[in-house]
């Protein structure tokens, strides 16, 4: 009780805390640069990843084309009259604008926010063109937003409108076909070769005759509009739409010709239906979670499909499009987490130097406060006082700056940094000051030096071997869980504190690697002196026990070691990154440029590919027949795959001349397939639908099936996942001739060549595609963070370099000038002084890259960057060895450059004090 009332709080000695910080200003200053600078990284990092996320969301749903449409679909009031016949509903109209509001109340006023004005779509079954050919379909749509439909200008004839009076009126089930008046466009018109007043030959599936009218031929106001995406036939004719080979076209109804579109079809062939289009810009990071649990609890209470009620059906992928954006953006978030983690464990190890070179300025000024009376709390007190201050000021100038450059600022990375920055000294100087007053002498028993060694390196395998244990963890944690959420409800997944571990992972593996080299060290610099003991050049023997005799300093290899192994680290991940994107690139185009061509311009395909491969700078040209969502069969289910039908040996030498990886099945296309009358086939399905020997069907429209058989797995074509590839000749052979719609050209003049072609097409250019990659939000952001933590780790190192020569110079030019006294030359004391220096850099020059090569190898499968890169497996890693070897020559360069200034720096000292410095 007595003892604890004579305790007393610190009493820091004011004039002695600003004397040190007046002597100390420059390495207080340099100690507060480094915080600021990692304080800045560290806080606008986050908040700029935030708004990327934001900007990644909005570019992921415009990608994704009409995937995240929100669509419901509703069944019609039965229209049965009473003398057992079908009744006209004049007001057809308004049903379907109640049935667009109804559906807009459902959505709920997060999800409504979210999306644009609905736009109702009522269309009519898919009938044949009987004019001679058996691939043009037909189909009337109406098309009605709270604005009313899409404006068009009638440059013939004029709207559809009723067939008869614009009233009730109830007519037979089996009487003759029921007229319906349509528009078409000029490019549907031209087409077919019609006018307004013609009537249009179609049969149903049944073949029984339909009675479409065209009443007039329109021109859209804007084509641009988004109605227009839901019909895209109303616009002009669409290849494939219904099949392989076939060609869409489309009449306009009205809301006066709708009751009449009804009638002429069976009562439940008419389907009506309301899509919402998500806005990209009314998107966020924050809300993408709560709109996806919506549509996913709106389509969990839709009507059955089988129900031909009015209730309500919804269908969307928008949930699915928004969870796969915020994956990308929590890798994207883990990644730059772990480069952060890299750059704060390199700026905990420089602070933790530069607290060591402070403590070595002060520790004779700390021995002699202590030997005047000084009680190490009131030390320490000071001590801390004057680092809390200046971490504490560092930081928040760095924050302030991170504020100005993002929208927001995170504090939490700079914790370690403000804890490294506030402890590590005066922990230092609080051990340097006991050490300068403690009384402890050395003992003379031999045995108990031993047991204070063997206790000292107990103490250090200990501390090696949790570091061990902790890399080992943090590896085996990052490649069985990864970084990625395991839960996708909530906000659990965000980066929570299961994930500490395994970012850890570099950083801690640099840090064994580190210390493996930190043991190895010294080793080689005894045997470098052992050699050096035995030749005639005292110069090297001078150099060699100079070397072994700091070999043992832990901090300045593990700065040196750790800034280089993580600076190759960054480097490596962006020129993965950069790759991954660049292949990317060409998984998607397929070439150097692509030419989607329209259904007017396919007949002359095979001309276009001519004039195409005539062009200059043009290598390869190849054709095929493209179509998405194919209608394939196998085994009585129906599937939706990318058909592809081309010359298998031309896209063979296509795939050979390109990036992407080689497809050596294809010659079995050529071969004869493996049963009578089967056609060979490659497929690819990502749920392992299609699978190498199943039996496919494709179906044709009044002839029988093509039997395929697929003898291979097919080669990725535009990035699609499910995809069928057969010989165009081999088909042709089975009934069924190819309508080329798609051109890929290679070679540096390719760009020029299809932007020239002169056809109506879209032009995909893999410059273009590989540019828009470049400029997303997420790829963009990670690059940049790459580069500017390879940047800064580089230059942590330099300034490691600096701080441990700076730490061991009194101490080695003491001895240099000594030996000056003896007869040593001044330019041989620097080469002495260099002998010094180099082992640990040169160390660090070389296994520093090599190490963060190892680590790449072994960390950049679990970091899933080919949710970034758009690739189908994740990218290998690129060394860029040119830059590593830029890292090594900067650090043998800077050391280089540190012997001459510090020589130049020691000529002011006198031989005379240094010889009396020891007395």
Known sequence: MIRWLTRRWPAPHWPSVRGRARADAGPLLLTAAVIAAVALLAGAVPALLRAAADDAVQDTVRRAG????????AGWERDDGLNGGRVRTPRLAEDVDDFRGRAADTLGPDLDAALLPPVAVVDGPVLGITDGSVLRTFRFTYLAADTGGPDVTWIAGSAPG??????????PYHGPPWPVQVGLSEADAAALNLGPGDRIPVKDGQGRDKDVRISGIYRPTDSADPAWSLAPALLRPVPGADGVGTTRFAGLLSRESLPDARLAVDEDQLRRSVRFAPDPGALSWDTAAALAGTVVELKATSGSSSDRDQSLKWESRLDTVLRDARTQVIAASAQAAVLLAGVLTATVLVLLLAADLLVRRRTPALGAARHRGAALPDLGAELLIESVVLTLSAAAAGLALARAAAAGVSWSWTVPVVLAGAVAGPAFGTLAAARASRDR???ANRAARRWIRGTAQLRRTALEAAVLIAAVAAFVALHQRGLLPTAHDGDTDELTGDLVLPMSALALGILVGALVLLRLLPLGVRLWLRQALRSRRPLAVFGAARAAATAGRALPLLVLVSATALASFALILG??????????????????????????????TPALAERIAAAPGVGQVVVA?????????????????????????????????????????????????PGPGDVPALVRSSDGSLRTGTRLQLPRDGAPAIRLAAVGTAPSVGGASDIVIVDAAALADAGLSAVPNTVWVT???????????????????????????????????????????????????????????????SERWQTLT??????????????????ELLPPVVVAAVC??????????????????????????????????????????????????????ESALQRRDRLGEVLRAGE
């Open 818 to 835: 000594r030996l000056r006294t003896l007869g040593l030359r001044p330019r041989d004391a620097r080469w002495v002084a260099a002998g």
């Open 162 to 171: 009723p067939a008869g009076p614009d009233e009730a009126v109830e007519i």
């Open 66 to 73: 009409d995937d995240p449409d929100v669509l419901v679909y």
């Open 848 to 901: 520093g890259p090599l190490l963060g090569a190892l680590l790449a190898h072994l960390t950049l499968g679990p970091l899933d960057l080919r949710l970034l890169t758009g690739q189908a497996a994740d990218p290998a890693a690129v060394l860029p060895w040119w830059m590593l070897g830029l890292v090594g020559v900067a650090l043998l360069a800077a050391a280089a450059t540190v012997v001459p200034v």
């Open 625 to 673: 027949q493209v179509t998405d969502s194919a209608r394939i069969f196998a085994d009585s289910t129906a599937l939706a795959p990318r058909l592809v039908i081309v010359d298998a040996a031309a896209f063979q030498r296509l795939l050979a001349a390109t990036p992407l990886p080689d497809a050596p099945a294809l010659a079995r296309l050529t071969a004869p397939g």
């Open 575 to 604: 020129a993965t990154v950069a790759r991954g994107l660049d292949d990317g690139a060409w998984r998607t185009v397929g070439a150097d440029a692509r030419l989607d061509l329209g259904a007017e311009a396919t007949a002359s």
């Open 441 to 443: 002498r050395q003992p």
């Open 747 to 809: 070679g540096p003049g390719a760009a020029r060549a299809v932007s020239n072609s002169g056809v109506a097409a879209d032009v995909v250019l893999r410059a273009d595609v590989l540019r828009a990659q470049r400029a997303a939000p997420l790829s963009a952001g990670l690059l940049r963070l790459a580069w500017a933590s390879a940047a800064v780790l580089l230059a942590l190192g330099l300034l490691g370099l600096t701080l441990a020569a700076a730490a061991g110079a």
